[in-house]
T-cell receptor
Framework: GAVVSQHPSWVICKSGTSVKIECRSL??????MFWYRQFPKQSLMLMAT?????????EQGVEKDKFLINHASLTLSTLTVTSAHPEDSSFYIC???????????FGPGTRLLVL | GQQVMQIPQYQHVQEGEDFTTYCNSS?????IQWYKQRPGGHPVFLIQ?????EVKKQKRLTFQFGEAKKNSSLHITATQTTDVGTYFC???????????FGTGTRLLVSP
């Protein structure tokens, strides 16, 4: 199956700093990438959908200035958590979908801990 | 908006017992997908169902899509300790909409 990577796999940072998470599709062109957030023992909540070359579409309640998404190429999307606070600590997972595919391939996730 | 609920939230079984999780959507789905997430891991795609009433099998796992395309089930026959994890259904509404994840069912299997 298709491979999606995420970097870093985990990060610990101080409150107030910004953290960038990269999501790459390694063997296919991802016209659409999705960013999810998962709290412990809860389901995946879609944060935003990004299409290559255009602005991301954010879900209700997700601050676009807080969670900056850039989908600059067909293989790379980035999520930047700006001025992170402890409540932003979570498991962030990206997934990618090709232009004609309905299957979403998930990355391994990034665990963020904000102290 | 579209909501996808799963029951039970949690089930603890003895190895060898069967297990079923049920998934219900508030709206009609164009397709439904199932994922397994091991503790500490990320969701791994298991299967996709598209047709009304569709039944698919993967070894000991049986997936079913309801006739009305609003519900689905995953049945595991003779569970093994390797089946431990959280099982999520994820439904996509008509018109190629976003994938909405269910609330998940956490399965624990004791040897």
């Amino acid at each position: 199956g298709a491979v999606v990577s995420q970097h870093p796999s985990w990060v610990i940072c101080k409150s107030g700093t910004s953290v960038k998470i990269e999501c790459r599709s390694l063997d296919f062109q991802a016209t659409t990438m999705f960013w999810y957030r998962q709290f412990p023992k809860q389901s995946l909540m879609l944060m935003a959908t990004s299409n290559e070359g255009s602005k991301a579409t954010y879900e209700q309640g997700v601050e676009k200035d807080k969670f900056l998404i850039n989908h600059a190429s067909l293989t790379l999307s980035t999520l930047t958590v700006t001025s992170a606070h402890p409540e932003d600590s979570s498991f962030y997972i990206c997934s990618a979908r090709s232009e004609r595919g309905e299957t979403q391939y998930f990355g391994p996730g990034t665990r963020l801990l904000v102290l | 908006g579209q909501q996808v609920m799963q029951i039970p939230q949690y089930q603890h079984v003895q190895e060898g017992e069967d297990f079923t999780t049920y998934c219900n959507s508030s709206t009609t789905l164009s397709n439904i997908q199932w994922y397994k997430q091991r503790p500490g891991g990320h969701p791994v795609f298991l299967i996709q169902l598209v047709k009304s009433g569709e039944v698919k099998k993967q070894k000991r796992l049986t997936f079913q899509f309801g006739e009305a395309k609003k519900n689905s089930s995953l049945h595991i026959t003779a569970t093994q300790t390797t089946d431990v994890g959280t099982y999520f259904c994820a439904g996509r509404g008509t018109g190629f909409q976003k994938l909405v994840f269910g609330t998940g069912t956490r399965l624990l299997v004791s040897p």
